[in-house]
């Protein structure tokens, strides 16, 4: 879409938003808010209990500071250096 036609389009959406039943915006709210509900219920306490079981791990710890420099081969000195 060219910049020119967004205030005409958006205008387009807006007026079928407001003309469209309070009852069809919830259904379709809900629909779209579902699978987030659903991380937040199911994977969110799980992941808390991974991380609660990893903080304080000293392996844990190596491996965030060595991942940058296995990943690529330079190590924190050399980035940067000419």
Known sequence: MAS???ETETSRVVQDLLSTSPAALAGARDL???ERRRALAEVLPR???AYRL???SED???A???FG???SGVSKREIGED
């Open 60 to 62: 844990l710890a190596r």
């Open 47 to 49: 992941a808390e209990d």
């Open 54 to 56: 990893l903080a304080g």
């Open 69 to 71: 420099t296995r990943r």
């Open 64 to 66: 965030v500071r060595e």
């Open 4 to 6: 020119a036609d967004l």
């Open 32 to 34: 779209l808010r579902a």
